[in-house]
Structure formats: structure tokens, C-alpha cells
């Protein structure tokens, strides 16, 4: 991935055929140069990919231990809260100086803003567990792990999954400006000739595809997950 | 020196650059310091122009939506849609397509804004109790009442929460609003060359702290104006979310 | 613990001693100094007002809630020696609201303790079953079904079911049939009832409701507010001679229509009907008449079925003619509940009814009269409820 200079626009390869230089959109030229746009793409999805990832991990974490000491419910939403709150742009460069450039400054800044919204439905969920299913499994002899494991969390899984789909989706568009930390992903694409108007649609098709797609396979897993819910009363 | 030290002299020179004015590298400007300042009028008069208009257009269509049920799906689609839209391929789009300039870049931002307002509007006007509605009815009120004196104010704190969110993200891309020509506090940024690598980063502080700042006034805004009894704890047990299919932004 | 799914547990004893609970910043105790002695095999019900602290005494039972002072005996063994999950998984709990778990079968809703337990999945399954049967549900139908798809009555039954599950010695219930409608809440009774004489288990029952109480308890305990005891006996002592003004306030001004529910026709002594048939000899029949508690002589049929009350023109000639004065109606049957018998009585403006066995023959009369010498009789003669379901 070539290092973008921020200074001026770069043309992209507008040599031959009147379209590119008029301008216009122009399929031929996206069916010669689709290629360029791959690697962008995968890149793209890795980095949404991973700070889900870390993200869940990370939130996941932090709702148990807040889900034991309500106290800690507060200061965790007002951390997670700033985070969420910059914008991302501004949390690449201010982690440029610390963790270089490269992806793992896109990954650790996307992770971040991840972390409210997966936390607070995590919470969401199980807090919505309902009240009499929860005495019932304490009063049958289930320690509190037991509970939490079998069935408080399973029953917070339409929450968190729904969760993890906006995170997901949000993050398709943060990641299009991971490229000022030199983390790729189709915000170069898009940066590297903002004028040429099939680059702009391409590039940006390609991240509502990726969104659509996260969001597809996150309406999958919950519907694997949640069998129950879809039991039609007799 | 220590990696440890040049990362803090880093930081210590983007704050240096936010209060200090000195010469361009590229010679003939004054950058930093009270320069700043202009930088931050026009990004501030960018979002509230943008988040003005788009509150304008999102509030009356999610309580027309809202009230009547009708166009529920759309409501739906553009919240969840609009989430995804990265907006470096708005702002791309808008330039490539629409060209430069303060109008330009508005309405794109403003487009920006839309979603989450529009969302939450349409998701605070239906979870109003409909035996409220069904009462307020009873008594004689016409629609266009029901919706004012009844929907509205009750809507409100959850308007307010997509607002709240709108105000972020707008705030947040009118950082890359010089891309089309409207210089804002993202052009140390875009044109680092010019403004350097303290520059930069203290344009980057600068708009965190602005982001922030921007966000603790609004949840002010946003508690002033919650009614009690339906402070955010209670609101939130009231609600089942995963039945929701439009997310209501925090 | 016995291997067979279906070998009884023995039933346990309960004791309170001295108990107490006392919340901080309260001003007064939730349960001040309650003493119990409950034997095995019993339904003890505690029934009171709302804030009496029932709930509450029945929970500390299971350490859900954690008692202030005193002592909790199960079997003889404090609570507080054993580990709170431990403890519970060898008391059965039925709540109010039942608290099924909706994102599991049915099956899995009642295998939750053995599972604790570590059964084997063979005895898991063959337990299933075994108690889908017991509380009257299909288990081909029923293993598969998630709550949602339930009615609230199979809820409640395979709430019930699943506090079953670990054949546990003590079972806790809080009003466990307080969420279904009266009709069905009475079949349910009934059936709990049905599966009690058949597992004589140790229950502690709670409900606010009197009459359930009557129903369902061997001994009743009645609690007012502070978890104060202010009676415990049987429902025909508590009926009978109730202790406090409290308690005679709270069962109710009609209590001696209540220990009418108790018994049945069968149980207490009728007249001897004067019985007489067509064809008789008169003077055999004015003998009948004199010999009887009645002066008014009962015609039956060859069956000895009755037929109607004679009058006095059917004994003027030499044999007795069927002269009626009026039906044999309503015809009481022994197996009748008292209650509903006076109450059939009074609908037909009538003081008197004709009692009759299974098969239709005349086995004595039942009169107003011979209800309150009924209800004057001691109290040992009322039988228990399970003896009273047959």
C-alpha cells in the first residue's frame, strides 16, 4: 500500500479512453482496473473484522465485572463514552506519535469506539433477562456462574448480537479513514482520486457492500443462536 | 532519545502549535495559535449549519412517520443504512460528483446527519404508550394535536439522543470538509505539509476536545430536557430493544 | 441418593427456631421470633396478610433470603452448615411466576437440578418423562416445546414438574398456582393434591388466599405482620376454634360454612329415613315411621331408589298407594361435599333431601338440622385433605 501524500490529490491512471477524461462513470474502465480495489477490500474487512473482535473480547471483559459491581457501570460508560465520542480521525493521528503507523493503529483506534456500543447492549441484555427466570435458577441451586453461563447470557444474546451488528456496521465507515494512520482499506481508494467519479462509486459501493455484509452475517448468527425466540405459541 | 521522550515531545509540540502562531514551512502564512481560532469558527459554523437543517428535515419526517406508521420501512432502512455510509465516501461523492464549496459540503453533511434523527424520532414517537394516544384522542384532540401535545413532548429526550449522536458525527467530518474546499479545523490535517507533523496532531487534539466538549453540552441539553419520570434508567427497562429494528443511538 | 428415578426420597422434617429477619434502616423486623415445628410428609401452609412476611420465611428456608438470627432445622441439621447452591439443589422451588427459562425445551426446563447433580442422561431422560406423566402432560408432546408455546396451566405444571425433578425431600412453593384463572387453578389443586398422596412429600406453601389454604394444608400456619404466628393447627382447629380475633377475622365471618368444605356427606350421621314401599302393609309402615328419625315416610322402589315423599292419603287403606306429596328432590349423593349439599338444599326451598349411596339407594336423609349437629361434632372426625380426594 503506497504511503498517501496528504498535500494534493493523486490522479489515478486516467490515460486512455475519452470516459475517464470526461469524467462520467465508466464501466470498461472498472472492468480493467477492479483488481486495484481486492487487496483495499480485504484489508478493509480485516480491520473491521479484528476490532469487533477485540472489541467484544475487551467489552465482554468489562460487563462481567460490571455486571457484579454495578458501581463500575458508570465510570466504564463515561470511558468507553469518550472514546466513542472522538472522531476517528482525530483518534488515528493522536495514536500515530504512540503505536506508529500501520494497522495496528487502525485496529487499536477502531476497537475503541467499538467498545460503548457492545458494552452497553451487553449490559442491555442482561439486564432485560427477566426477573423470575433469574430467582428460579438461584433457587433451584445454580451458583451465580451458573446463572450467568446458562442462563442470564444466553438470553442477553439478541441484545449483544445486535450489539456487535451496529459496531460492526459503524466501523465499516470509521475504518474508510484508517488510512491516515497508514492502516490501508478503501478510505485510500476513495483519497487517492476524489474526483474521479467511478472511483468514488466503486470504492464506496465496496464499503456498503462490506457493511451489508457484516450485517448480514450478524442477522445469521443470531438467528442460530436464538431458536427459541422464533417458537410459534400452539 | 528515548522512543518514550520523542512521543511526548510529540505531544508537547502539537500543544505548543495550538497556542503559539508561527510561520508556514511553506513560508508567507501564519498558522497555529490564533489561527486556530479561525479554523474553529468555520467548523463550527459548518456543524451548526448542518445539524440545524438536518434536525429541520428529520424531526418533521420521523413524527409524520412516527404518528401515521406509514413509510415505517424507509424510516427503518435509512437509520440502519445511514449508519454504514462512510463519509469520506459522501464527502468524495459530493465533491466528485457536485463539486466544492460551503453549500456542497453542508448538504452533505447534513445528509449525514439525517439517519440518526430521523431514527430515533420515528422510534420515540412509537414507543409512546398508545393508551395515551387512545386517550388524548378520546377527549377530542385532533391528530395534529395528539402529535404536538402529547408524541412530541414525550419523544423528546429520545430525539434528543439522535441529535446528540448527529452532532458527533457531523462535528467529526466537517474534519475533512477542506477535501471540498471549506477550511476547517481538518485542513492542518489534510495538508499536513503545510502545517507539519505538530500541526496536525494538535489540529487532531483540538478536534477531540471539541468533539467532547460538544457531546457533554448536548447530554446537558438532552437531561434538561427529559421530564422526570422518564430519566434514561427508567426509560431504558421500559424499552425492549431487540424488538426494535431501528437501533436507537446512544 | 437411591439410583431408581422413581424410589421416594424420604420426606423431611422442618423446624424454625427462634428465627428472625430484621432489614437494615427498618424500623420494624420483617420477622421477629418465629417458631415452627412442621413434620415430614405434611403440607404446611403459611397464609396471612400481605407484609406478614410469609414469602419471606418460606425463602429463608433456601437462604435466598439470609436469616438475622435463630435457626432453620432440615432434618435436624441447620441450613446454615450447608452451602447456599448446595442446600438448594435439594429443595424443590416453585415460585409464583414459575421462572421458566425461555431459550430451553421443556425437557431442559426440568432437567435444570439433575444436571446440577450430575445425573446420567439416561436417568435425566427417563426422569423427564416419569414427572411429564406424573403432573398429567403427554411427554412425546410436551418434551419439545419451549414455555413460550405453553399455556399458563402447563406452565404451572411443569413449574411444579421441575421443582420435582431431584425427588428433593422439602419442596418450597410460593403461591405456585397464583398466576392461572380460578378454574384452572382449581383442577390443579386437585391434581397437586392427587400427586401428593402419591409422594407424601414435605411442603411449605404460601398463599394469601384462606380458602386455598383450607384446601391444600395438613396444618395451616397463620402469620401476621412481623411474621408473628398466630395459629398453627389443622384447617378443622382453625375453623373450629380459632385463637386470636386476628385469625377469626381472617378466615372469615362464614367459617363455619368453610369447615362445610371440608367434609362430605358421607362423613357425618343422617336420619334414618322412614322407608316405605307400594304394596306394603300400612301398620308395617306406620312402624317404620315411628322407628325413624322422620315423620315423613320416604317411598322407594323395588331398588330402593327413592321416589318421592308419601303423603297421608297413601296410608289410609290397608296397603300403602303411591300418593306423593311431592319428588325425592334434590337427591344428595354420599359422596357429596357438605357444602355443596346444604347449598342444594337451600336452592330447592326444601329442608330436607334424600341421601343416596353410589348406586342410587337410599341411604338416610339430610337435613339443615343435621348439619349444624355436624358442624357442633370435634374436629377430629374431619379427614385430611388428601383422605378427602378420593
Known amino acids: 500500500m503506497s504511503v498517501v501524500t496528504l498535500a494534493q490529490v493523486q490522479l489515478r491512471d486516467r490515460s486512455a479512453g475519452s470516459c475517464e477524461q470526461r469524467n462520467g462513470f465508466c464501466p470498461d474502465w472498472i472492468a480493467d482496473n477492479w483488481t486495484n480495489y481486492v487487496d483495499p477490500t480485504v484489508r478493509h474487512a480485516l480491520l473491521v473484522a479484528l476490532a469487533v473482535l477485540f472489541g467484544f473480547a475487551i467489552a465482554f471483559g468489562l460487563a462481567l465485572l460490571a455486571h457484579r459491581r454495578r458501581v463500575l457501570v458508570a465510570p466504564i460508560t463515561a470511558v468507553t463514552g469518550v472514546l466513542y465520542t472522538i472522531p476517528s480521525l482525530a483518534l488515528f493521528l493522536v495514536?500515530?506519535?504512540?503505536?506508529?503507523?500501520?494497522?495496528?493503529?487502525?485496529?487499536?483506534?477502531?476497537?475503541?469506539?467499538?467498545?460503548?456500543?457492545?458494552?452497553?447492549?451487553?449490559?442491555?441484555?442482561?439486564?432485560?433477562?427477566?426477573?423470575?427466570?433469574?430467582?428460579?435458577?438461584?433457587?433451584?441451586?445454580?451458583?451465580?456462574?451458573?446463572?450467568?453461563?446458562?442462563?442470564e447470557l444466553p438470553l442477553a444474546v439478541p441484545e449483544i448480537v445486535a450489539g456487535?451488528?451496529?459496531?460492526?456496521?459503524?466501523?465499516?465507515?470509521?475504518?474508510?479513514?484508517?488510512?491516515?494512520?497508514?492502516?490501508?482499506?478503501?478510505?485510500?481508494?476513495?483519497?487517492?482520486?476524489?474526483?474521479?467519479?467511478?472511483?468514488?462509486?466503486?470504492?464506496?459501493?465496496?464499503?456498503?457492500?462490506?457493511?451489508?455484509?457484516f450485517d448480514a452475517l450478524f442477522v445469521l448468527i443470531e438467528r442460530l443462536m436464538t431458536r427459541w425466540r422464533r417458537a410459534v405459541p400452539a | 532519545m528515548a522512543p518514550g521522550g520523542a512521543r511526548m515531545s510529540q505531544f508537547g509540540d502539537a500543544i505548543d502549535f495550538i497556542f503559539t502562531s508561527r510561520e508556514s514551512r511553506t513560508g508567507g502564512v501564519q498558522i497555529g495559535g490564533s489561527q486556530m481560532l479561525d479554523l474553529l469558527w468555520k467548523h463550527l459554523e459548518l456543524s451548526a449549519v448542518s445539524i440545524a437543517l438536518a434536525i429541520l428535515v428529520?424531526?418533521?419526517?420521523?413524527?409524520?412517520?412516527?404518528?401515521?406508521?406509514?413509510?415505517?420501512?424507509?424510516?427503518?432502512?435509512?437509520?440502519?443504512?445511514?449508519?454504514?455510509?462512510?463519509?469520506?465516501?459522501?464527502?468524495?461523492?459530493?465533491?466528485?460528483?457536485?463539486g466544492v464549496g460551503f453549500t456542497n459540503v453542508t448538504l452533505a453533511l447534513v445528509l449525514l446527519g439525517i439517519p440518526p434523527i430521523l431514527g430515533n424520532t420515528y422510534v420515540g414517537v412509537r414507543q409512546v404508550d398508545p393508551d395515551m394516544v387512545d386517550a388524548a384522542r378520546?377527549?377530542?384532540?385532533?391528530?395534529?394535536?395528539?402529535?404536538?401535545?402529547?408524541?412530541?413532548?414525550?419523544?423528546?429526550?429520545?430525539?434528543?439522543?439522535?441529535?446528540?449522536?448527529?452532532?458527533?458525527?457531523?462535528?467529526?467530518?466537517?474534519?475533512?470538509?477542506?477535501?471540498?474546499?471549506?477550511?476547517?479545523l481538518g485542513d492542518p490535517i489534510i495538508n499536513a505539509s503545510v502545517y507539519g507533523d505538530a500541526g496536525r496532531l494538535g489540529a487532531a487534539i483540538v478536534v477531540a476536545v471539541l468533539a467532547i466538549a460538544s457531546e457533554i453540552i448536548f447530554a446537558a441539553l438532552q437531561r434538561r430536557v427529559t421530564p422526570r419520570g422518564i430519566r434514561p434508567e427508567r426509560r431504558r427497562r421500559m424499552l425492549r430493544p431487540s424488538s426494535r429494528k431501528v437501533p436507537v443511538t446512544p | 441418593m437411591s439410583g431408581s428415578p422413581t424410589a421416594h426420597h424420604r420426606a423431611a422434617t422442618l423446624e424454625f427456631r427462634h428465627a428472625s429477619k430484621r432489614y437494615p434502616r427498618a424500623t420494624e423486623a420483617a420477622i421477629e421470633d418465629l417458631s415452627l415445628e412442621i413434620p415430614a410428609g405434611e403440607i404446611c401452609v403459611l397464609v396471612g396478610p400481605s407484609g406478614c412476611g410469609k414469602t419471606t420465611a418460606m425463602r429463608m428456608v433456601n437462604r435466598m433470603i439470609e436469616m438475622s438470627g435463630g435457626d432453620i432445622l432440615l432434618d435436624g441439621r441447620s441450613i446454615s452448615e450447608r452451602r447456599p447452591a448446595e442446600l438448594r439443589r435439594e429443595i424443590g422451588y416453585a415460585i409464583q411466576q414459575i421462572g421458566l427459562f425461555p431459550?430451553?425445551?421443556?425437557?431442559?426446563?426440568?432437567?435444570?437440578?439433575?444436571?446440577?447433580?450430575?445425573?446420567?442422561?439416561?436417568?435425566?431422560?427417563?426422569?423427564?418423562?416419569?414427572?411429564?406423566?406424573?403432573?398429567?402432560?403427554?411427554?412425546?408432546?410436551?418434551?419439545?416445546?419451549?414455555?413460550?408455546?405453553?399455556?399458563?396451566?402447563?406452565?404451572?405444571?411443569?413449574?411444579?414438574?421441575?421443582?420435582?425433578a431431584?425427588?428433593?425431600?422439602?419442596?418450597?412453593?410460593?403461591?405456585?398456582?397464583?398466576?392461572?384463572?380460578?378454574?384452572?387453578?382449581?383442577?390443579?389443586?386437585?391434581?397437586?393434591?392427587?400427586?401428593?398422596?402419591?409422594i407424601g412429600k414435605t411442603i411449605v406453601f404460601v398463599t394469601h388466599d384462606i380458602d386455598e389454604a383450607i384446601k391444600m394444608g395438613d396444618r395451616i400456619a397463620v402469620l401476621q405482620k412481623g411474621g408473628v404466628l398466630a395459629q398453627f393447627a389443622t384447617p378443622a382447629d382453625l375453623l373450629m376454634t380459632p385463637a386470636s380475633p386476628f385469625v377469626e377475622d381472617f378466615v372469615g365471618a362464614d367459617r363455619a360454612l368453610k369447615r362445610l368444605a371440608l367434609q362430605r356427606v358421607r362423613d357425618i350421621d343422617l336420619w334414618r329415613a322412614p322407608i316405605v314401599r307400594v304394596g306394603e302393609p300400612v301398620h308395617r309402615a306406620r312402624a317404620a315411621i315411628a322407628d325413624s328419625d322422620l315423620p315423613f315416610p320416604l317411598l322407594v322402589d323395588a331398588e330402593s331408589r327413592p321416589v318421592g315423599w308419601l303423603?297421608?292419603?297413601?296410608?289410609?287403606?290397608?296397603?300403602?298407594?303411591?300418593?306423593?306429596?311431592?319428588?325425592?328432590?334434590?337427591?344428595?349423593?354420599?359422596?357429596?361435599?357438605?357444602?355443596?349439599?346444604?347449598?342444594?338444599?337451600?336452592?330447592?326451598?326444601?329442608?330436607?333431601?334424600?341421601?343416596?349411596?353410589?348406586?342410587?339407594?337410599?341411604?338416610?336423609?339430610?337435613?339443615?338440622?343435621?348439619?349444624?349437629?355436624?358442624?357442633?361434632?370435634?374436629?377430629?372426625?374431619?379427614p385430611s385433605p388428601t383422605e378427602r380426594l378420593e
Request: aromatic content about 6%; charged content about 20%.
Open chain 1, 164 to 213: 456487535l451488528r451496529v459496531a460492526a456496521t459503524t466501523t465499516v465507515g470509521l475504518a474508510a479513514l484508517a488510512f491516515f494512520a497508514g492502516a490501508g482499506g478503501l478510505g485510500g481508494e476513495i483519497y487517492s482520486d476524489l474526483t474521479f467519479k467511478s472511483n468514488i462509486v466503486v470504492a464506496g459501493g465496496l464499503c456498503l457492500l462490506l457493511a451489508g455484509l
Open chain 1, 95 to 151: 495514536l500515530l506519535p504512540i503505536t506508529g503507523r500501520g494497522i495496528t493503529t487502525g485496529v487499536v483506534a477502531l476497537t475503541a469506539f467499538t467498545l460503548l456500543i457492545i458494552f452497553r447492549n451487553i449490559m442491555l441484555g442482561l439486564d432485560n433477562v427477566p426477573a423470575d427466570a433469574r430467582d428460579a435458577a438461584t433457587g433451584m441451586g445454580m451458583t451465580d456462574r451458573q446463572v450467568l453461563w446458562r442462563v
Open chain 3, 311 to 382: 303423603s297421608e292419603r297413601g296410608l289410609l287403606g290397608e296397603r300403602v298407594t303411591p300418593e306423593l306429596r311431592s319428588r325425592a328432590t334434590p337427591t344428595v349423593e354420599l359422596d357429596d361435599i357438605l357444602r355443596d349439599a346444604l347449598s342444594d338444599l337451600l336452592t330447592h326451598e326444601t329442608q330436607y333431601g334424600p341421601v343416596v349411596d353410589a348406586q342410587g339407594r337410599i341411604a338416610g336423609v339430610l337435613s339443615v338440622e343435621v348439619i349444624s349437629h355436624a358442624l357442633a361434632a370435634p374436629a377430629s372426625e374431619v
Open chain 3, 166 to 198: 431431584a425427588d428433593p425431600p422439602l419442596m418450597l412453593m410460593d403461591e405456585p398456582f397464583g398466576a392461572v384463572d380460578p378454574i384452572n387453578r382449581e383442577r390443579l389443586q386437585n391434581e397437586f393434591l392427587r400427586l401428593q398422596a402419591e
Open chain 2, 58 to 98: 428529520a424531526v418533521p419526517l420521523g413524527l409524520a412517520i412516527g404518528h401515521t406508521g406509514r413509510g415505517a420501512f424507509f424510516a427503518q432502512f435509512v437509520a440502519n443504512a445511514g449508519r454504514a455510509v462512510p463519509s469520506l465516501a459522501l464527502i468524495a461523492f459530493f465533491v466528485a460528483y457536485i
Open chain 3, 103 to 164: 431459550h430451553q425445551t421443556v425437557a431442559d426446563n426440568i432437567a435444570t437440578v439433575p444436571r446440577l447433580l450430575g445425573w446420567e442422561r439416561d436417568r435425566i431422560a427417563r426422569r423427564v418423562d416419569e414427572l411429564l406423566e406424573l403432573t398429567g402432560l403427554d411427554p412425546q408432546e410436551m418434551r419439545e416445546r419451549y414455555p413460550a408455546q405453553l399455556s399458563g396451566g402447563q406452565r404451572q405444571r411443569i413449574g411444579v414438574a421441575r421443582a420435582l
Open chain 2, 138 to 184: 378520546g377527549m377530542g384532540l385532533t391528530e395534529l394535536q395528539v402529535l404536538g401535545r402529547v408524541e412530541l413532548p414525550l419523544a423528546v429526550p429520545t430525539i434528543f439522543g439522535g441529535i446528540r449522536n448527529s452532532v458527533i458525527n457531523i462535528v467529526a467530518t466537517a474534519t475533512i470538509a477542506p477535501l471540498a474546499g471549506v477550511v476547517t
